[in-house]
């Protein structure tokens, strides 16, 4: 379905003009008919005042950034994008079967339910509400944002994400016939994307990992290549949601974390990591430590020390360095020896 813009039809103005004229000169007809049985008039005159509503019918007013999908008789006509004051057959009819449709994305034209709200008084202390669709297709930029996804990473650890996709409307002719629901259609790829795409990474770099598929490890992971993530997220749902004439302008990764059963476990893991990496580099500054004292004695021939001296000399500064607390020093008075 190839799409057909029609240009050169805003003369809305002047067609709603010449319908009210007409309306007008109806009334004087009817009355010029009634008084002096000119009967032709008479008739004339009535017959547009019962059909003569008919042409405000095809009126049409868009605002920038607003199409509209028009068919006649089931065949489609053509696009209205640019914003004007329209007018075209009256018989045509404006097709749009995501008009009623909410997803958790700003953007929607009728608001996700309707474009707006009437109140009228049927009877006394009786009132209805009358709800209008509009027909319209926002061509702006949208954000949609689905519902949290619980996946399992390549490591088999069930993550929560959330990811943000921006989007619009390139194609109305293939948006509005190709599919059945465009926004629904769009929602669907969006959460099969994210799956296809996260079980590919591990949650945090792991050891072993191909995550770019050229058979080699990498360093890849789902917290520290958000934006490579996001990336190939942006490009499977693209290719999925091209035949429903919409572009993908970027996708964002907005939560990102381990699935409640097993988070207090993966948290007490990375403490852990924490705290063996930070004795690791409290070692090797107390091992250096150790070192330049031993030198520096040796070389400024402060104490001459045997192995035995220097083997408990090294163990008191490895505890004093290394220990959680303060040390009590002990003062010697008496002999080293």
């Given at each position: 379905?190839?799409?057909?813009?029609?240009?050169?039809?805003k003369?809305?103005?002047?067609?709603?003009l010449?319908?009210?004229?007409?309306y007008?000169?109806?009334?004087?007809?009817?009355?010029?008919?009634?008084?002096r049985?000119?009967?032709?008039?008479?008739v004339?005159?009535?017959?547009w005042?019962?059909?003569?509503?008919?042409p405000?019918?095809?009126?049409?007013?868009l605002?920038?950034?607003?199409?509209?999908?028009?068919?006649?008789f089931?065949?489609?006509?053509?696009?209205?994008?640019?914003a004007?004051?329209?007018?075209v057959?009256?018989?045509?009819?404006?097709?749009?079967?995501a008009?009623?449709?909410?997803?958790?994305?700003?953007?929607?034209?009728?608001g996700?339910?309707?474009?707006?709200?009437?109140?009228?008084a049927?009877?006394?202390?009786?009132?209805?509400?009358?709800?209008?669709?509009s027909?319209?297709?926002?061509?702006?930029?949208?954000?949609?944002?689905n519902s949290?996804?619980k996946?399992?990473d390549?490591?088999?650890?069930?993550v929560?994400?959330?990811i943000?996709v921006?989007?619009?409307?390139?194609?109305?002719?293939?948006?509005?016939f190709?599919?059945?629901?465009?926004?629904?259609y769009l929602?669907?790829?969006?959460?099969?994307?994210?799956r296809?795409?996260?079980?590919?990474?591990?949650?945090?770099v792991?050891?072993?990992?191909?995550?770019?598929?050229?058979?080699r490890?990498?360093?890849?992971?789902l917290?520290?290549?958000?934006?490579l993530?996001?990336?190939?997220?942006?490009?499977?749902?693209?290719?999925?949601?091209?035949?429903?004439?919409?572009e993908i302008?970027?996708?964002?990764i907005?939560?990102?974390?381990?699935a409640?059963?097993?988070?207090?476990?993966m948290?007490?893991r990375?403490?852990?990591?924490?705290?063996?990496?930070?004795?690791?580099?409290?070692?090797?500054g107390a091992?250096g430590?150790?070192?330049?004292?031993?030198?520096?004695?040796?070389?400024?021939?402060?104490?001459?020390?045997?192995?035995?001296?220097k083997?408990?000399?090294?163990?008191?500064?490895?505890?004093v360095?290394?220990?959680?607390?303060d040390?009590?020093?002990?003062?010697?008075?008496?002999?080293?020896?």
């Amino acid at each position: 379905m190839q799409e057909k813009i029609l240009n050169g039809k805003k003369n809305g103005m002047a067609a709603m003009l010449l319908t009210i004229v007409l309306y007008i000169a109806a009334v004087f007809l009817v009355i010029l008919g009634g008084s002096r049985e000119y009967w032709v008039l008479l008739v004339l005159g009535l017959l547009w005042l019962a059909v003569g509503w008919i042409p405000f019918l095809g009126l049409k007013v868009l605002k920038p950034k607003e199409a509209l999908v028009l068919t006649l008789f089931g065949n489609y006509v053509g696009t209205l994008k640019e914003a004007g004051f329209y007018f075209v057959n009256p018989f045509c009819t404006a097709v749009n079967p995501a008009a009623k449709t909410k997803l958790s994305q700003s953007g929607d034209v009728d608001g996700g339910r309707s474009a707006s709200i009437l109140s009228a008084a049927l009877t006394k202390g009786t009132e209805a509400n009358i709800e209008l669709t509009s027909k319209k297709i926002s061509l702006k930029a949208m954000t949609l944002s689905n519902s949290r996804q619980k996946i399992n990473d390549c490591l088999g650890n069930p993550v929560e994400i959330g990811i943000a996709v921006i989007w619009r409307v390139t194609d109305t002719a293939k948006a509005v016939f190709n599919v059945d629901n465009y926004k629904e259609y769009l929602s669907l790829q969006c959460d099969s994307a994210v799956r296809n795409i996260v079980r590919i990474y591990p949650y945090d770099v792991a050891p072993g990992v191909d995550t770019t598929g050229d058979g080699r490890e990498d360093d890849g992971s789902l917290r520290g290549s958000s934006e490579l993530v996001a990336s190939r997220i942006r490009d499977e749902i693209q290719a999925k949601v091209s035949e429903a004439g919409i572009e993908i302008l970027e996708a964002r990764i907005t939560y990102l974390a381990y699935a409640p059963e097993i988070a207090a476990v993966m948290l007490q893991r990375q403490q852990a990591s924490a705290i063996i990496d930070a004795r690791k580099m409290i070692v090797d500054g107390a091992v250096g430590m150790v070192e330049m004292a031993l030198e520096r004695l040796s070389a400024n021939s402060v104490v001459e020390l045997d192995e035995e001296r220097k083997a408990a000399m090294v163990s008191n500064l490895l505890v004093v360095l290394c220990g959680n607390k303060d040390a009590q020093p002990v003062v010697n008075s008496g002999s080293l020896y």
